[in-house]
Nanobody, 114 residues
Framework: QVQLVESGGGLVQPGGSLRLSCAAS????????VGWHRQAPGKQREAVATITIGNNINYLDSVKGRFTISRDNAKKTVYLQMNNLKPEDTAVYYC????????WGQGTQVTVSS
């Protein structure tokens, strides 16, 4: 069982930045595939950025060059640095882990608005 706790969401103006954090439980964090997904109202959940067990990183096309995913295995934490935020980035952001199953955090709201 893996528990995930997200933080760092909030309200930001267009062009601003936020950093999301996801603290994970478990002994084998370095073996987890991790990622961030988001779901906007009325839309399906989509993968924003992922790091696989082989450290392959993938981004949603619309966030490439603006978002950066990283992980700190010693702290068992995954980060999503979001720069140059746009109103269309507004969504609930969820941390996701794949390790002998799939686990989700509770979600953190990101609102980009002037």
């Amino acid at each position: 069982q893996v528990q995930l706790v997200e933080s760092g969401g909030g309200l930001v103006q267009p062009g601003g930045s936020l950093r999301l954090s996801c603290a994970a439980s478990g002994t084998f964090f370095s073996l987890y595939s991790v990622g961030w997904h988001r779901q906007a109202p009325g839309k399906q959940r989509e993968a924003v950025a992922t790091i696989t067990i082989g450290n392959n990183i993938n981004y949603l096309d619309s966030v490439k060059g603006r978002f950066t995913i990283s992980r700190d295995n010693a702290k068992k934490t995954v980060y999503l640095q979001m720069n140059n935020l746009k109103p269309e980035d507004t969504a609930v952001y969820y941390c996701n882990v794949l390790w002998r199953g799939e686990y989700w955090g509770q979600g953190t709201q990101v609102t980009v608005s002037s």
